[in-house]
């Protein structure tokens, strides 16, 4: 059996790195520590630096499973190929789950993105003016804060593109953030899918603690050409926020389930990975109407014909 296997997220360790370094390397190391940290890195800025300290610090944090070391190798390989001022000397942390949790919790606050959509960890309260729409979120293990590059550009994509009653899908789900933002901006009824089943729980906790479990069906699994068979022609908007590669080999079955003229918007893609991406959409029959960069993410919004 392949897939990732169940991890006993309340007994996990975690590797904490962190970077000096000087401003105008912040983004490239941001970026760069991103490729293989849980979540965004967390930026701190020194108040008084000491004479010739760097100013601020990147953080990352890894998860110590079967794939840690791994990810070590190659995130400092990608260091090595930085340009040499901008190379941090990295310090190493292990946390305990409960440093893990602090840690980060610290750094997740409400935030804002776009016009209307406010994101409030569940741990923490807000008071929303009325054109606001709060998603509360304890995403856990899952991928899927909102402070991410990828998953940000997706919801300005869904703010600008939903209407109400347009029945979506999120495929890569995470924390189930998409899926929730998609059905409190009208969508309706959306499906939201996801391989690992860690990101199934957490997504639908959060689903139920935003209120929408009516709403939004949370399932295991991913767009097998057979389910994409079985919901051909089915969904007005479709996200994906994976990765380059995931988005170009399901291709085909994204463009299947759009409706004539749906709008698909995939991110996670890396510039390495857009030209594949933009070749894979076209072959598939769908239209690039927009790309969004944020750093190296970008997010590609596509069309599919008006007619079937
Ligand atoms: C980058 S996270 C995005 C989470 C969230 N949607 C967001 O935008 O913040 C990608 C998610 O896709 C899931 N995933 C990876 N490959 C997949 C596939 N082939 N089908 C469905 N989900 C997949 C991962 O488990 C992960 O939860």
Redesign the pocket.
Known sequence: LTG?KPRLEADLHWLELSAPVDAEAVDEVVSLLGRYSHGSPVIEEKASPAPGERPFIVKAYLACDGSLASKKRRLFHDLERLPSPYVPQLQERLLNPEDWSKAWKAHFLPHKVGEHIVIRPSWHSYNPSPSEIVIELDPGM?????L?P??RL?LLRLERHLEAGMPAL??????G??AIAAAKLGASPVLA????PI?VKVARANTRANGLGEIVEVKR???SPKMAAGLRGHFALV?A???AR?IAE?AESLALVLKPGGRLIA??ITGQGLDEVLICLALAGLRAEAIDRDGEWHTVMARGAQRA
């Open positions: 990732p899952a991928f899927g804060t909102g991410h990828s998953t997706c999120d495929l890569g789900t995470g924390s953030i998409l899918l996801d391989i690992d990101a699994g991913t767009l996200v926020n994976i990765t995931v399901l991110g996670g």
